[in-house]
């Protein structure tokens, strides 16, 4: 059971690149999460979606666009990096309903030159 | 907006002691409150959840409280261990619904042998 898995791993990018994160889970879950973690900020929402299909604002939507083909996949887009966005990214997913935890990957680390 | 403060600064304690890591949270009080473990290079992993209405919570070595009329909740590693070294991250869920959490920034736990 892989549970959450993100690819790629790592990633280094120079500023105005594109690029595609992957989340893929395999519990089932409804609902999936983006979030970037930060030194001293802790994890933001960035975008989530609580369904095959449909997506929604988080904390820090700006540079960043989504989408949920499949239930059990997640992509993350960043149309045109920028400096601002190197961070680490982290994919979670969970059942609905209340009290349902939260289920994340390992993350991706992503430097923008 | 929905607060969630962790202090920041690294615990430092030694094997064998009771650690005590704090959350507090503004405004009104959630209807649970949840505390992950992420060790480096890794996501959070969920621990505990506390609901409201129990002052208590126990799993193994772990326990939680929750505080209403100090809107905070407190997280005890009894026996700690240098395995039990980690940043531990408190969450509540977002107003308006449960589809969303507010994470605070992570309390770095230390043990020393």
């Known amino acids: 059971n892989a549970g959450v898995t993100q690819t790629p791993k790592f990633r280094v990018l120079k500023t105005g690149q594109s690029m595609t994160l992957l989340c893929a889970q395999d519990?089932?879950?409804?609902?999936m999460y983006w979030y970037r973690q930060d030194p001293g900020m802790g994890l933001r929402l960035i975008h989530y979606?609580?369904?095959?299909?449909?997506?929604a604002k988080g904390e820090v939507p700006d540079g960043y666009n989504v989408s949920r083909l499949k239930k059990q996949n997640f992509l993350l887009g960043l149309e045109s990096a920028a400096p601002s966005q190197t961070s680490v990214y982290f994919c979670?997913?969970?059942?609905?309903?209340?009290?349902?935890?939260?289920?994340f990957g390992d993350g991706t680390r992503l430097s923008i030159l | 907006s929905q607060k969630i403060e962790q202090n920041s600064e690294a615990l430092n304690i030694q094997e064998g002691k009771t650690a005590t890591l704090t959350c507090n949270y503004t405004?009104?009080?959630?209807?649970?409150l949840q505390w992950y473990r992420q060790d480096p290079g890794r996501g959070p992993v969920f621990l505990l959840l506390?609901?409201?209405?129990?002052k208590e919570k126990r799993k193994e070595r772990l326990k939680v409280t929750f505080d209403t009329t100090l809107k905070q909740s407190l997280f005890h590693i009894t026996a700690s261990q240098p395995a039990d070294s980690a940043t531990y991250l408190c969450?509540?869920?977002?107003?308006?619904?449960?589809?969303?959490?507010?994470f605070g920034i992570g309390t770095k736990l230390q043990v020393i042998p």
């Open positions: 979670a997913s969970r059942d609905p309903g209340e009290n349902q935890p939260q289920h």
């Open positions: 519990m089932n879950h409804e609902y």
């Open positions: 979606s609580v369904g095959e299909g449909t997506t």
């Open positions: 405004n009104y009080s959630p209807a649970y």
């Open positions: 506390i609901r409201e209405n129990e």
């Open positions: 969450a509540r869920p977002n107003s308006g619904g449960y589809q969303k959490v507010t």
